[in-house]
């Protein structure tokens, strides 16, 4: 199994950037396709971004595409969300999640483990 911790989150105003961290230990991560999910305040877990074991395919959100950028260093056992130009509407506890396939889905179920997730939070 793998474990994952989220870093990098805050309190940032509307506009700003924020890079998140998610480091995993355990097996191999570079086994593991990897997705990045949110919980705003008050409502259901939503997809944000998934990405590929390799890193080749990527996958997003409406709402964050063009904002949003997820990566992977699979030298560090580390994924990556890169968010730009955040708006309030991006507050909510962001999670990393792993999931034992090549390729990435943008549904939760589909992932087995996940992070404690960070929180951030966008001022307008």
């Known amino acids: 199994q793998v474990q994952l911790v989220e870093s990098g989150g805050g309190l940032v105003q509307a506009g700003d950037s924020l890079k998140l961290s998610c480091a995993a230990s355990?097996?191999?991560?570079?086994?593991?396709?990897m997705g990045w999910f949110r919980q705003p305040p008050g409502k259901e877990r939503e997809s944000v971004a998934a990405?590929?074991?390799?890193?080749?395919?990527?996958y997003y959100a409406d709402s964050v595409k063009g904002r949003f950028t997820i990566s992977r260093d699979n030298a560090k056992n580390t994924v990556y969300l890169q968010m730009n130009n955040l708006k309030p509407e991006d507050t909510a506890v962001y999670y990393c999640?792993?999931?034992?396939?090549?390729?990435?889905?943008?549904?939760?179920?589909?992932?087995?483990?996940w992070g404690q997730g960070t929180q951030v939070t966008v001022s307008s």
């Open positions: 990405l590929s074991t390799r890193g080749v395919f990527t």
């Open positions: 999640a792993a999931r034992e396939k090549a390729m990435p889905t943008m549904r939760d179920y589909d992932y087995r483990y």
């Open positions: 355990g097996r191999t991560f570079s086994a593991y396709s």
